[in-house]
């Protein structure tokens, strides 16, 4: 069992994001996370077993204060069985934290941050519209050093509008020379509901399938060679570092989901938290039910997101996975995906084109 809190605050809100999320506002406050805290101890009795992983997502979960993040963990572990937790991750961004509110993470059971970076180039953030520089970012890593945190992750992004080889590659040597014990290196696509979709339908931010090869491949070359584990087709590891909380939803484990918009996965039901901070806390405080979509996932529905998500790792899928016409040996003669030991992994050219071979798999 694994638990997800979403927390949707953002100082600034990037033009690339699909997730729920606002700016504070008087919302970042202790009654959104008592709000939490009360949602956590009614849904406990839905949990079959203690929780392994814990990952505080959003929005910029780094903003909550000291106070509210310490009441938020502590809470958590006294209405949840925690006992049992191997990994606790929370994301951030540069400039929400200091050495003193880092320590503080540590001291909470924290034992990994997300850092989400995107980009060390200066041109390449004001693309993205971010609102931190180069030398933030270097020094919110170093903060969390000096911290001692168990594992750093960084996240970076490519295929950008006027993104070049030449500064994907500096971004890369950037994030190696730092050594984090992680990278999440994520291709840039245009989400329902933002800002860089309409721009994009204008003409305005472009798409093109070779750079965004080129610029993968480069990805691949760069992490492996110093010695990162290229467990998942966006992330990367150090030995030991892989994400427990991110292996736990490719392999379809249950997962509750806390916070507004927050979606859980308990055996056969999917829900989706009202993604309304301001009326979830309400319906929370007045004891109703927070979720609002609420669906019964058949046993092909899950068969499906397995096979595509776990297509997406190293591991690969197990054959039995795979039902109905065959094309395995067609996907194999194109030296697209490889048979070993009675699962299905993709070779480095069938990575580039996960989402086509998983379909066709189906």
């Known amino acids: 069992m694994h638990l997800y809190v979403h927390i949707p605050f953002c100082h600034h809100i990037c033009p690339y994001c699909g997730f729920y999320k606002h700016k ?23 949990l079959s077993s203690p929780i392994e992983t814990v990952f505080f997502g959003g929005g910029t979960p780094s903003l909550l204060s000291p106070a509210h993040l310490e009441t938020l963990c502590l809470g958590l572990s006294n209405a ?9 991750t929370i994301e951030a961004n540069p400039a929400t934290y200091d050495l003193e509110k ?11 941050v997300s850092l989400g970076i995107q980009s060390f180039q200066p041109e390449t953030l004001t693309t993205l519209g971010r609102d931190h520089t180069p030398e ?26 006027d993104q070049d080889l030449s500064s994907w590659q500096a971004d890369l040597a950037t994030a190696v020379s730092l050594q984090p014990d992680h990278i999440s290196a994520y291709n840039l696509t245009y989400e329902e509901d933002t800002e860089f979709l309409t721009r994009h339908k204008t003409g ?4 093109n399938e070779d750079r965004d090869a080129d610029l993968f491949y480069e990805a691949i070359d760069t992490l492996e060679g110093a010695g990162f584990l290229h467990y998942e087709i966006s992330n990367y590891a150090q030995p030991g570092h892989e994400s427990l909380h991110n292996q736990a939803y490719w392999t379809g484990a249950d997962y509750l989901g806390l916070g ?24 929370s405080h007045a004891g109703l039910d927070t979720r609002r979509e609420i669906e019964t996932l058949s046993h092909e529905d899950k068969r499906l997101e397995r096979l595509a998500l776990q297509l997406r790792t190293r591991e690969g899928i197990s054959l039995d996975l795979v039902q109905g016409t065959n094309p395995v040996e067609s996907l194999t003669k194109q030296g697209l995906i490889i048979e070993k030991n009675g699962r299905l992994q993709l070779t480095r050219d069938g990575k580039a084109l996960a989402d086509p071979i998983a379909a066709a798999l189906v």
Request: no cysteine; charged share 30%.
């Open 102 to 112: 880092a320590q503080l993470m540590k001291s909470l059971g924290i034992t990994r």
């Open 136 to 161: 933030q970012a270097i020094s919110a890593f170093e903060t969390l050093r000096k911290a001692e945190l168990d594992s750093v992750s960084l996240d970076l992004m490519f295929s950008i509008p």
């Open 80 to 88: 949840l069985d925690l006992s049992e937790v191997r990994e606790w």
């Open 24 to 46: 504070p506002g008087k919302l970042a406050n202790r009654e959104f996370v008592e709000a939490v805290l009360t949602e956590a101890k009614r849904r406990g009795s839905d």
């Open 204 to 207: 305005e931010l472009d798409t």
């Open 260 to 283: 507004p918009g927050a979606v859980s996965t308990l055996g056969q039901e999917r829900s989706t938290s009202l993604p309304d901070t301001a009326a979830y806390v309400k319906a």
